[in-house]
């Protein structure tokens, strides 16, 4: 018999929920591809790493110099045209201090990518484990970590915190894969410390806790999250002081409410999808929700919500500037799409197509 890959939530569907199940992935991938084509939202992750990372490479200068963090930020975002007036122009120290403090700056790009190839083999152990040695899709996953994970870091772009942020959100959830808890939580925390875009992530594996009654765990991720806040009202009260008189802001604020054509940026963040049209991240991303939503694993519940979490936010806030933001949880997608051929089968024979084909193939 062929070996093949262990049943997903679609299987235990009846026929008419397996049906609607596929209808409902017809038309998500229509509406997206059809967004995607429309063309009204260009990516701008080259522009991005050129600008915020080299005035991030800047404020590391500074720092390697003895300056101090926010002297740093407060002469250089000013004389490269960021705005000032809002706190979240302003990035909190914690990334570019550390790696000002490295004996050179590659030590933090040599961090990073051993983040990176944590997840990377973590990611490929529990998708081997969970496929019961079936290592189609552990490679798939771990080839596609490689887009999200490690390409991206080429010349100054490892300065960027949601890089470091999306690792360690990717780490976390790869702990608790592999029942180390605490792991996840440390890495979760760290992944808010670096960027506080991360915050929905700590406050969702928070309520995953309470929900499962781990009240140890759930009180780790207070105890960590009132550090951060903490932590982030100290920068707050720094960057004020720093700011200067006539401080300008976006003209727009934050919320634009970009909808699907920004969250299809947003999972661009894949090198192997950067330079493609985006109707094939519209074709990724939706094969990407499918696949996790049939991974019916604690583990899989919790990274489809961590997902589900990130593209909602998405669309409802940023600008087409942030398509960064998408480090965040491109990372994720990747253990969908890894596992949507065997989500797209299940889901096929639960409503009656192909099932004599399948079992003469058996």
């Given amino acids: 018999m062929k070996q093949r890959s262990p049943p997903t939530g679609y299987a235990r569907l009846s026929s008419r929920a397996a049906r609607i199940a596929l209808l409902l992935l017809l038309v998500a991938t229509a509406v997206f591809v059809g967004v995607a084509l429309r063309g009204d939202n260009a990516s701008s992750w080259r522009r991005g790493e ?3 990372a080299a005035l991030y490479r800047a404020e590391i200068n500074r720092i390697r110099a003895g300056e101090d963090y926010y002297k740093a930020a407060a002469a250089e975002l000013p004389s490269r045209g960021y705005p000032t007036r809002s706190i979240f122009n302003w990035r909190t120290p914690l990334p570019m201090w550390m790696i000002g403090k490295l004996p050179a ?47 991206l870091y080429g010349g100054d772009s490892y300065t960027m915190p949601v890089l470091w942020a999306g690792a360690f959100i990717a ?15 440390v890495f979760g925390l760290a992944a808010v410390f670096f960027r506080e875009l991360a915050l929905p992530y700590c406050l969702l594996a928070a309520g995953i806790a309470w929900w499962n009654r781990r009240w140890k765990e759930l009180a780790a991720w207070f105890a960590g999250t009132g550090a951060w806040f903490v932590f982030f009202g100290w920068h707050c009260l720094r960057a004020t002081e720093m700011m200067p008189h006539g401080a300008t802001a976006h ?25 493609l049209p985006q ?9 990407a929700l499918f696949g996790l939503a049939g991974w019916d694993t604690p583990l899989g519940q919790r990274t489809g919500l961590t997902v589900c979490l990130f593209i909602t936010a998405f669309a409802f806030v940023g600008h087409n500037f942030n398509q960064y933001w998408g480090c965040l ?21 639960a409503g009656g197509f192909f099932r004599r084909r399948i079992r003469q193939k058996c």
């Fill in 171 to 185: 780490l976390s959830i790869c702990c608790y894969g592999v029942n180390r808890p605490w792991l996840g939580v």
């Fill in 105 to 151: 700056p590659f030590w933090g790009k040599v961090l990073l990518i051993g983040l990176a190839l944590g997840v990377i083999v973590l990611a490929f152990g529990i998708m081997a484990q969970d496929e019961k040695h079936v290592f189609r899709s552990p490679l798939g996953c771990a080839l596609l970590l490689t887009g999200t994970l490690m390409a």
């Fill in 251 to 275: 003209s727009q604020g934050w919320l634009q409410l970009g909808g699907a054509g920004f969250v299809i940026l947003t999972a661009q963040m894949n090198l192997f999808l950067l330079e």
């Fill in 279 to 287: 109707w094939i991240t519209a074709l990724y991303l939706t094969a």
């Fill in 50 to 52: 050129e600008g915020d």
């Fill in 329 to 349: 949880y491109a990372p994720l997608l990747c253990f969908g799409v890894a596992r949507f051929p065997a989500s797209l089968r299940d889901a096929f024979v």
